[in-house]
């Protein structure tokens, strides 16, 4: 997967794929795909997958704070990301 994302960019990766790569950041030995696709499944989305509350998290099976963690800093970037594109920007009212 890392070697499709150099090449391809990051539109190439599924959502599970990029579930998985975020996930290998906590716990970089061993199988994610399993725990990639049981978050997916719970929560839908990847977009919702990572905005869950850490006690949702850690009901997930093997779910601990290193695959709780490193999502979070990815909502944390995403979100400065998007706000860095509207701030100072003006505000449309009626």
Known sequence: MQQKLL???CTALTDLETLEMLLYAGVPRGEIKP???RRIKIFKSLPAAPRATPAELRAVKDMGDATIAAPKIAEKTGLHISHS??????????
Do not use: D, F, N, S
Request: proline letters at 6%; glycine letters at 12%.
């Open 7 to 9: 090449e391809k960019g």
């Open 35 to 37: 725990l990639a696709k």
């Open 85 to 94: 594109r509207i701030k100072g920007k003006p505000v449309l009212t009626h």
